[in-house]
C-alpha cells in the first residue's frame, strides 16, 4: 500500500528529488513464533483478532525513525491541521497501522525508551478496515507542507482550518455556466470589498456546515484579549 498514492504528483516528485522518504515495514517481520502470528483473540471475548503489544513493540524498536510514534486508530484524538504542521516541521514520524479490532490497549500504556508514549490518532468518526489508508492521508497531509512541495499554494493561511474556519468558496471561469453567475463582487475589482465578502461567506459556510468549528472560533475570538495580554507579558 506504500507509497501507493504518495508515490504520484507532487508527494511522488518530492519524493525522487529526496524532500521526504519513507520505509514501510511488516510487523510480521517482528513475530517470533514460526507462524509468525501477530494477533490473537480478544481478553474478554467478542469477535475479531487484537494486535499483540509484544509484538508491535518489537516492531516499533526495530522500525522506528526520528520523532514521535503514532499509532491510527478510531479510538484517538481526531488529526487536526495544528497537528499536521507541528508533524510537517518535526524530524518524521512513525506510524503503526493497525488490522482486524486493533491494537492491545498496554501498547499506549508503556513509555518508550525516549519516554515518549505511542499515541492513538484518528483521521475521522468512521471506520476503516485497516490504518494504511488513514497513515496515507495523515502523510499526504504533511508531506505537501514540506519546502518546496507545493510552493506558493500551501502557504495561504486561508486555507480551510488555518483560522479556525472554513476557507471562502472559489469560482472560475467561464463567467456564466448553467446560467451560474460568479458573484458580482468578485469581478468589481476592489480588493478590499473582496475580502471583506470571502470573510462574510467563511463565517456563513462555517456556521452552517461546522457548527463545531463556529463554536470554538467564537470562544476563541472572546478569550483573545487576554491572549493578547499574556503576549505582552513574555
Ligand atoms: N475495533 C476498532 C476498529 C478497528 S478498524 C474500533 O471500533 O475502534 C481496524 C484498523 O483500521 C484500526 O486498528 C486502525 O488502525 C484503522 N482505522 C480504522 N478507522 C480509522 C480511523 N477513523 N482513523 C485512523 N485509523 C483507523
Redesign the pocket.
Known amino acids: 500500500m506504500f507509497p501507493g498514492p504518495l508515490g504520484v504528483s507532487l508527494a511522488g516528485r518530492a519524493m525522487e528529488d529526496g524532500v521526504w522518504s519513507l520505509a514501510a515495514r511488516n510487523i510480521r517481520d517482528f513475530a517470533t513464533d514460526k507462524h509468525r502470528t501477530v494477533d490473537d483473540t480478544p481478553a474478554g471475548g467478542g469477535p ?1 483478532m487484537v ?1 499483540r503489544a509484544d509484538v508491535l513493540s518489537a516492531a516499533v524498536a526495530g522500525a522506528r525513525g526520528p520523532g514521535p510514534v503514532l ?6 484524538k481526531t ?1 487536526t491541521q495544528r497537528q499536521v504542521r507541528d508533524l510537517a516541521a518535526g524530524p518524521g514520524v512513525t506510524l ?8 492491545d490497549e498496554r501498547l499506549f500504556d508503556a513509555p518508550l525508551p525516549d519516554g515518549s508514549f505511542i499515541e492513538p ?11 494504511e ?3 496515507l492521508v495523515l502523510l499526504d497531509a504533511c508531506v505537501r507542507l514540506l519546502p518546496g512541495v507545493m510552493g506558493a499554494a500551501s502557504s495561504g493561511h486561508d486555507e480551510s482550518f488555518e483560522s479556525g474556519l472554513l476557507e471562502y468558496p472559489h469560482y472560475t471561469r467561464p463567467p456564466e455556466w448553467e446560467g451560474l453567475l460568479i458573484p458580482e463582487v468578485l469581478r468589481s475589482g476592489d480588493h478590499a470589498k473582496i475580502a471583506a465578502w470571502r470573510l462574510a461567506q467563511s463565517e456563513t459556510d462555517t456556521r452552517l456546515r461546522r457548527p463545531d468549528l463556529w463554536e470554538r472560533h467564537l470562544g476563541a475570538r472572546v478569550q483573545s484579549p487576554s491572549g493578547a495580554h499574556k503576549k505582552k507579558e513574555k
Open positions: 475479531g494486535l499509532a491510527m486508530s478510531p479510538r484517538g488529526l503503526l497501522c493497525g488490522r482486524f479490532e486493533g491494537f490518532v484518528s483521521i475521522g468518526d468512521y471506520i476503516l478496515s485497516g490504518g489508508p488513514a497513515a
